[in-house]
């Protein structure tokens, strides 16, 4: 598989001329947070309904997205995929892009939504972004050793963004 | 950002934030932190952006050595 460069603006604003309704978490949401850390992947929670996911299916394409599982190269996330509770690990010619039908205890698009704020990147691109103490309650529920890893880091910006 | 000698010597680097801590408790460095926060999101992006691709460079260059 092709290393391509990864292009977080690029793949957001190829969701967004598509309409396709998500919620950005993981790394990148903490970095639009003001967390300073480095991440290679793009995670987000896409809606699980049938418009959204035509919608979602033509941006893929457009992306060329393929998923990046070893063995499974070449592979196109089909309706079955997106429509489920897993996660999707793609690879787009502007690099990882993680599709996840639920995150932290099973919680999908619709429930996360009232916990996500809307941010500005740029003039044209308006995002849906998790809400900082959201992308905490997730990694506190996941439990995993890697997110428990990133809490202290982000309990900081909470803190130091509740003084500004 | 001001340096302060101690007494055995070293520099100890105080924030410009006067004498607010540079690191939390845990040892998180709290300057980057404020530093990011002082930048707007789009920008944030671009640092990230920067970051991995500067990262990709240097690990490409290991690899060619």
């Given at each position: 598989m092709p290393a391509p460069t990864a292009n977080y603006l690029a793949i957001l604003k190829t969701l967004h001329q598509h309409d396709v309704k998500f919620i950005i978490v993981g790394g990148v949401c903490a970095v639009l947070h003001g967390a300073p850390m480095a991440t290679f992947d793009l995670e987000v929670v896409h809606s699980r309904e049938p418009d959204n996911l035509t919608r979602l299916s033509a941006a893929l394409e457009e992306l060329g997205a393929v998923d990046r599982v070893p063995g499974h190269h070449e592979m196109k996330p089909g309706p079955s995929h997106l429509a489920s509770e897993g996660h999707q690990l793609l690879m787009t010619r502007f690099g990882p892009l993680d599709l996840l039908g639920?995150?932290?205890?099973?919680?999908?698009y619709n429930q996360l939504l009232q916990e996500t704020v809307e941010m500005q990147i740029g003039p044209e691109l308006k995002v849906r972004v998790s809400t900082l103490g959201s992308l905490i309650k997730t990694k506190e529920e996941t439990g995993e050793e890697k997110d428990r890893a990133a809490l202290p880091l982000l309990r900081r910006v909470l803190e130091e963004k509740s003084k500004s | 950002m001001a340096q302060h000698k101690l007494p055995n010597g070293d520099r100890e680097e105080e924030s410009?934030?006067?004498?607010?801590?540079?690191?939390?408790?845990?040892?998180?460095d709290l300057t980057l932190i404020r530093w990011m926060l002082s930048i707007t999101p789009a920008e944030r992006l671009q640092v990230l952006q920067q970051s991995v691709e500067s990262l990709l460079s240097l690990r490409d260059a290991s690899a060619n050595r």
């Open positions: 639920t995150i932290g205890k099973g919680r999908d | 410009s934030h006067g004498s607010e801590p540079t690191h939390s408790e845990d040892g998180v």
